[in-house]
């Protein structure tokens, strides 16, 4: 299965940021491609994650869009 991963240090643990408060943000790990938010993320924060989302990497200074993240395997 294709996973995602960051394309400068390999991590699969990302956040984004809510675009209706820029200091609230949401970390997720991406599993099978897919980002996995933790529980008790509320639903409505999953939508806001697609192709053209701004992702950081939780790890290193990365970021770019969700679509942009390494394809592996
Ligand atoms: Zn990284």
Redesign the pocket.
Known sequence: MAEKK?P????QRFYVKDPQDEYEFYEFDVKGGEPVLSPETPETHWSNIGEDTETY??????HGKFKTLKTTG
């Open positions: 960051c400068s240090c390999s991590s990497c939780s790890r290193c200074a990365w």
